[in-house]
């Protein structure tokens, strides 16, 4: 059984600083890319920033120069440290990752945490 424990939300002003933190356990033979999701209310899920197998990264336009994901692969961990936050990133942001597992046979795909909430006050 994967499971993927979200931990960091809460509640800050505009112009603060939070910092994400997401944990993959269970059996799987690999992680593949890791992301950081994120979902307001009446919105749809977007994609904040993901970071591959080979540490290559990719952010949100929205995001970018604000906030930076990083990977331990030796702990199975990514965090999201957001900077300068505003309130439009007010969102439950859910962590996901990609996974090579085996069951019957060895499969790819992806898995989601919970979510976390952020809320960003004016």
């Known amino acids: 059984q994967v499971q993927l424990l979200e931990s960091g939300g809460g509640l800050v002003q505009a112009g603060g600083s939070l910092r994400l933190s997401c944990s993959v356990s269970g059996r799987f033979l690999s992680i593949n890319d890791m992301g950081w999701y994120r979902q307001a209310p009446g919105k749809q899920r977007e994609l904040v920033a993901r970071?591959?197998?080979?540490?290559?990264?990719n952010y949100a336009d929205s995001v970018k120069g604000r906030f930076t994901i990083s990977r331990d692969n030796t702990k199975n961990t990514v965090d999201l440290q957001m900077n300068s936050l505003k309130p439009e990133d007010t969102a439950v942001y859910y962590c996901?990752?990609?996974?090579?597992?085996?069951?019957?046979?060895?499969?790819?795909?992806?898995?989601w945490g919970q979510g976390t909430q952020v809320t960003v006050s004016s």
């Open positions: 970071i591959s197998s080979g540490d290559s990264t």
């Open positions: 996901s990752a990609e996974l090579t597992v085996r069951n019957i046979m060895i499969t790819t795909r992806r898995y």
